[in-house]
């Protein structure tokens, strides 16, 4: 079975940068789609970036041009690299897996499978 742990998050200030990385274990990510998530307190978790077998990629309205999302086969991790950052970014966020045999992936936490335990984000100064 895939296991996922998130790490890179911390403390920043408005305009810098963090990169997360989700490292699996049990199987290779070259079988699944691969999801970056955020939940703020008191809402409802979101979709941020996601990336499918095939490299194909899409990202939430509020991040793009800010975030990418980017896959190493040979680490067996994917990365979320944080550009631009705004306090309304702060969250924690996980990343989550779905194995499938399609080329594309999805953006709603439904579709996900497999999901790791999250990482703090704070963007404040």
């Known amino acids: 079975q895939l296991q996922l742990v998130e790490s890179g998050g911390g403390l920043v200030q408005p305009g810098g940068s963090l990169r997360l990385s989700c490292a699996a274990s049990?199987?290779?990510?070259?079988?699944?789609?691969i999801g970056w998530f955020r939940q703020a307190p008191g809402k409802e978790r979101e979709g941020v970036s996601c990336?499918?077998?095939?490299?194909?990629?899409s990202n939430f309205d509020s991040v793009k041009g800010r975030f990418t999302i980017s896959r190493d086969s040979a680490k067996n991790t994917v990365y979320l690299q944080m550009n631009s950052l705004k306090p309304e970014d702060t969250a924690i966020y996980f990343c989550?897996?779905?194995?499938?045999?399609?080329?594309?992936?999805?953006?709603?936490?439904?579709?996900?499978?497999?999901w790791g335990q999250g990482t703090q984000v704070t963007v404040s100064s």
């Open positions: 049990g199987s290779t990510l070259d079988y699944y789609a």
């Open positions: 990336i499918g077998r095939s490299g194909w990629t």
């Open positions: 989550a897996a779905k194995w499938t045999v399609q080329p594309m992936c999805g953006m709603r936490p439904a579709y996900y499978e497999s």
